[in-house]
Structure formats: structure tokens, C-alpha cells
């Protein structure tokens, strides 16, 4: 056991050398040691030049709306919406304290935000809900179910809610009485992997693609939730 | 004139992300302990918002500060003669357990030892206080990055005087703003709860002005909790007697910054010496709050100024303390650019702790479905500001406009001035008028960009050193004063008798 947070897995390549004083920094062989970038032309690119991205119209960087309907993600095939509750789009954004678990479920931490990850909906959207700020909600679809409290605010956009990426399923998880009196789950619960098949192609150079590491940006984190009033939660 | 030194600081908003870096650290250092769980001596607010004890501000409810009286004469709000006495054993203004929070804790064990089932076990939340089971409904930071919040938002007592159209825009997802405020005891100049105190126990400290309690005379009559209209003192329900920020004045003692200015991730924090003329600090609180930030103004002394310095050293500030008013940073940001305001200075306890306002993100425009620069130049102009200059007036100088217009003039001309040295998009014509309209040299422009920007540990942190063995009574030993250093007791509480 070690009392304090230490640096771990220190790579030239992925951190660069952060063992010293230096911070976490990407790419700094590339510019320090002059390696040429991992692409065709060792140099960066900006445009991918392959004719898949330009059939998906990915080939520069580029807006795409978020899917529109809950039809085309399918999240919500299984799943009723019962008269009061809402469907939303979800998403789980990193949060303002923590990457992943870290720090984010310490006591400290807990008792400077809600003593939960709660989840954050608009003001009129908890207001069609009959929820107010700090009442439990049940949100759930196909993937899983998570039970926790509304953080409400205008400050989010109608029509979505998130809940911040990502704490563990330790503290105050209550039982789901939609999914039978099941312990509900975590953020990514809600989640699922969709593969894209910007994905499936390459292999080389700069399309080479590793999980979670770089390639052209997924949706698995946009998806649709049911949401309702939790009145008594239980553990 | 009778000149003090004060440690004094500036808090600059613009640069504060709200990390909360500050609040953890006193947290660790000072008030992790039974009976001070709930106590956070350093806490960071997000404004719109009712803060840490929920509306603090609302001196109907506390009575924190001063008043001016019939007779124009200053008086606590908190009590008067006749009720000085009554209120040492029923106070109705003190704030509750429920204004700040119930401290809690989760049954962590349950997770190791819950018996066997079908779904994993969960840790449920108990109070701090009782150990029983409790529900979550405030906290120390409850309405965090919320602004529009019908509950919170909504309810913050500096939006009063705002337009409904004004108000309006706190619940528009395109025009919503929020900014932090970090807050931690200001040790006024004139504070009010020093003034409260029927036991004698608060203090002013003589070299540097840091407000302590001294814990063997502290009584816990809890007169300080309701007259300091920032609710920076707390009431240790363990030892039976109140606490406060001291300043960390055991690092300050060996070259060190307060824990909190040290761990500032923003580095929002300054910290320095301010010469002022005790002697005018109590008239300077009676005049209309309009006036007050002049009025505050117009107490402090220019350590640049030889005749200052004589008359500085006649009341016996020490030449440290001299030097180091010369080169100090929070001089800088309170007279020589004016940028630096106090917290409501309408509660009149001349707050030592100065905040430079932020230069609110300016409101960009929607047009075609595209966001997009407002036409009115490259930053905007401070009246298209997300948040209305009347809450920052409320904030920072007790209504008056016009004060938060100057400043938010020098935010925009300083940033103008920087922009034309390294891009060609601004004309050389229009910096020159906007350094003109907002009454700042090039010269000041760089000093501000400096000490802003690119200010290292030295600039931010100019502190005299302090020479507390010279300071202590000559006779009292070390192991007598510690009762009045605000930090331990010498001797053991006796409840209920
Ligand atoms: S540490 Fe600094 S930047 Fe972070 S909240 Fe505190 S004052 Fe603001």
C-alpha cells in the first residue's frame, strides 16, 4: 500500500517521460526526438485521403448531427415509457473533478458535489417529469438501468440529460423497481459499443486504429434513455 | 494618522475554473477533525447561487455587519444595547445545521461485510454526526455549475435589482453565464465580529491584521457567527468554542503562502502588504454605499510616498513590512490600476480581500443556425456581457455601475492592447482609444498583462517576513500564547457549567 497518488506507466511514446517533474504530454517523440509520425508521409496530416472517408463525408473534420430518433439508435425496443416519463437523449461527458473513477468517489469530492453522480436534466424538462431538483429518477432503456438523483438545471439543452463519465457503483446505489428489484448499475450501463465502419478499414498508417486509443469518433455514447420519477428508493 | 500593515489579497476571477484545489486544501490542513466537519474556512461558489450557509448575503436573515445608525454612527447589525445580553442565550440569526449542511459519511463496511444475495451490496450514506442512515439534501457546494436553478439561481439575493429581462436570461440556454467566487475570511479592517464578541476572545493581530480567536478565551456565545456577514466563522460543536481562517499564518510565519493561495491551480490569488490609516477607517463606513469602494479607496496609503513611510514608521510598522508595501501586488490591483474590488462593501467591515471582477464571456449571436462572434469587435463590448453589470455592481461595489464599468473597461482595453502585438486584426487607432476611455498607460496595460498572465510564485506572493517572537508579549512564554493563536486550547473545554 502506498498513502499518496503516484505516476504510473510512463511511455516516450503514449505520456512521454513523466517521471521527473514533467507533465503528461502526447506525441513528444514525434517533436523532440524528430520520429516521424506514424503515417504514409511521416508527416501529420490533416486530411485523410481515402476514398471510405470520403464516401462517409469524414475525409475533413465535420459536423454530424446527433441521431434524431430514438428508431435509428434502437436503444428503446425492450424498454416501456409509461405515462409521466420522458425520453431523452443521454450522453456521459467527462466530468468536472475526475477522469474515470479517480478522485471522483472520494468523500472529499462526494460531499463538493452531490454525494452521488447525479443525473442532469433541464429545468422544463424535470418539470414535465414532476421532478425537482435532488428527487431520485429511474433512467433506464434496453442496455441497463441507473437510479440516481436530478441535478436540475437550464443550463442543460431540452431534450438531453447526462450523467458525468465515470463513478464507480459503490456508494448509495438503489435497487430498480423497473428492471425487478434489481441493484441498477453505472453510467455506462446505459451505453453500448456500435461499430462504425469507418472503423473496419485500414490497417496502415494513420488508419490504423486501436480501441479507446485513437480513430474517427464513435457514437456508442450517444444513445436515448427513458426517464421517470423514482418516489422511494430502495437498497 | 496612524498607519497599519495589513497582509492583504487580491482573488482574480477571470482566471478562478472553479476546481475547488483551494477548498480541499484548507479542508486537509485545517478543519478535518470532529466537530469541524462541516466547516469549509475556504469555499468556492458558484454565482448565480445562494453559496455556503445558503444565503449568506441576507442580512434581513443574519444581521452580519455594520449599519449606519439614526445618528449616522456605525452599529453591529447583529445587536444593540438592549439586546446584546438577551441574544447571548437565544440568537435567532445564527444559522442552523440545515443553512450549512448535515456532514455525512457512507457505511463503506457494508461492502465487505453485507451478507450474501443475489446483487452486489451498496455503501449507504450516514450522518457524520449521528452515524444513522440519512438522506443527502445539502452540501458545502450544493448548487455547483447549476446557475439556472429555479431553487438556487433564482433565489440569489444580488439579482434583485436586475430587469425581468435580465433575469430572464439566466434561464436562456444561449444567454445562461455563471462564474465561481472562492471565499474565505477577508480579516476587515473593521470587523464586525471582533466587535460582537462579549468574551474579548477576537482579535486583530497588530503586524499584519489577521483576524484570530483565541481559543482559552472563546466562550462559544456565538456572537461572531451572526455579526460576520460572510459567515466565515464556525462554531465547533465539539470543543464548544467558534473557528475561523487564520490566514495560515503558521506558513506565512516561515515564507510560505497560504495553503489555499498555494494550491490555486487558477492562480487567481495575491498576496501583499496595504498600508492604510486606521483613524479613518471607521468614518469611511458611513457614507452611502454608492460611495463606499472611493470611500475604502481613500483609506489606503501609497508606500511610494516618503511621507507615508515616515508617518508608517512613527506607528511602528516594522521596516519589513515597508519594503515589502512597495513591491506589493495587491497595491497594484486595488489603486494603481483599480481593478480589484470588495465583496459587499455595503456590510462595511472594509474587507481586506479584493476581488477583480470577470470579464464575462461576451454574448455571441445566432444567425443561420451558426454561432458566431458578436459584430461589436473582436471581444464585444462589456454591455452585451452574459452576466448584467448590475450583478457585478451588486457584487463588488454596492450597486454603483459606474465602479464595475471602469474596471470591465481595463479588462477590455488590456486584452486589445495584447492582441495588436502579435495580429493585425485590431487597428493600432482603436487600442489607443480604448487605453484612452479606460484611463490606462501602455505602460500599466503590460504591468496588468504581466501580473495577470505570466506572474510567477515571487510576483503573485510578496510577503514581509514576519517575526512573531518579536510581536508576543515579552514574559509570555510560547506554551501561554498558544490558546490565543486561534489554534489549540490550553486548557480543557467545560460544557454545561
Ligand atoms: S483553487 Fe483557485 S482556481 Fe481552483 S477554485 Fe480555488 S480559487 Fe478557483
Partial sequence: ???????????????????????????????????????????????????????????????????EAAKVTRDLEKSRVPGG?????????????????????????????????????????????????????????????????????????RGLCFIYHAPERTLSVPKSPERGGKRAGGHNSLTRVRLKPLFMIGGYAQFTYAFNYWGPPGVNRDTFVVVKKLARPEF | MDVRAQVAMVFHLDKCIGCHTCSVACKNVWTDRPGA???????????????????????ERYKGGWKVGKGGELGLRSQNKVDAFLKLFYNPNQPGLADYYEPWTYRYGDLFDAAGGDDQPTAVPISQITGEEMKIESGPNWDDDLSGSPLYAENDINLESLTDEERAGLFEIERISMMYLPRICNHCANPSCVASCPSGALYKR??????????????????????????????NWKTGKSEKCILCFPRLETGQAPACFHSC?????????????????????????????????????????????????????????????????????????????PLHPEFRTFPMLFYVPPLMPIMGKIEGGIYEHDA????????????????????????????????????????????????????????????REAQLTPEQAEGIYELTTIATVQDRFVMPPIQREEAMPAGCSAEECKGSCGLGRTESPERGG
Fill in chain 1, 1 to 67: 500500500m502506498i498513502s499518496q497518488p503516484r505516476r504510473l506507466l510512463t511511455t516516450p511514446f503514449w505520456t512521454g517521460i513523466t517521471n521527473g517533474p514533467r507533465t503528461y504530454s502526447a506525441y513528444c517523440q514525434n517533436l523532440e526526438e524528430r520520429i516521424p509520425w506514424r503515417t504514409l508521409t511521416g508527416r501529420q496530416h490533416f486530411y485523410l485521403d481515402h476514398e471510405a472517408y470520403v464516401a462517409f463525408g469524414e475525409n475533413l473534420p465535420t459536423f454530424k448531427p446527433r441521431p
Fill in chain 1, 85 to 157: 416519463a420522458l425520453v431523452l437523449n443521454y450522453l456521459t461527458p467527462h466530468g468536472k473533478w475526475g477522469i474515470h473513477s479517480t478522485y471522483g468517489d472520494t468523500l472529499r469530492m462526494k460531499t463538493l458535489s452531490r454525494g452521488i453522480e447525479p443525473v442532469w436534466i433541464n429545468d422544463r424538462d424535470a418539470g414535465l417529469l414532476g421532478v425537482e431538483d435532488n428527487d431520485w429518477v429511474e433512467v433506464y432503456n434496453d442496455h441497463g438501468v441507473v437510479c440516481t438523483r436530478a441535478c436540475v438545471s437550464a443550463r442543460i439543452p
Fill in chain 2, 37 to 59: 466537519e462541516y466547516m469549509w474556512w475556504n469555499n468556492v461558489e458558484t454565482k448565480p447561487g445562494t453559496g455556503y450557509p445558503t444565503r449568506w448575503e441576507d442580512q
Fill in chain 2, 206 to 235: 497588530g503586524e499584519d491584521g489577521i483576524v484570530l480567536i483565541d481559543q482559552d478565551k472563546c466562550r462559544g456565545w456565538r456572537a461572531c457567527v451572526s455579526a460576520c456577514p460572510y459567515k466565515k466563522i464556525y462554531y
Fill in chain 2, 265 to 341: 491551480v487558477g492562480r487567481i490569488r495575491y498576496l501583499g502588504v496595504l498600508l492604510y490609516d486606521a483613524d479613518r477607517v471607521a468614518e469611511a463606513g458611513k457614507v452611502p454605499n454608492d460611495a463606499l469602494v472611493e470611500s475604502y479607496r481613500s483609506c489606503l496609503l501609497d508606500p511610494n510616498d516618503p511621507d507615508v513611510r515616515a508617518a508608517a514608521r512613527m506607528s511602528g510598522v516594522s521596516e519589513e513590512f515597508i519594503v515589502a508595501a512597495r513591491s506589493s501586488p495587491v497595491w497594484k490591483y486595488v489603486m494603481e490600476w483599480k481593478l480589484a474590488l
Fill in chain 2, 376 to 435: 461589436k469587435g473582436l471581444f464585444g463590448d462589456f454591455e452585451s456581457a452574459r452576466i448584467p453589470i448590475q450583478y457585478l455592481a451588486n457584487l463588488f461595489a454596492a450597486g454603483n455601475r459606474g465602479i464595475i464599468e471602469g474596471v470591465l473597461k481595463k479588462l477590455i482595453a488590456v486584452r486589445h492592447f495584447k492582441r495588436v502585438q502579435g495580429h493585425d486584426d485590431v487597428a493600432d487607432e482603436y487600442v489607443k482609444r480604448l487605453l
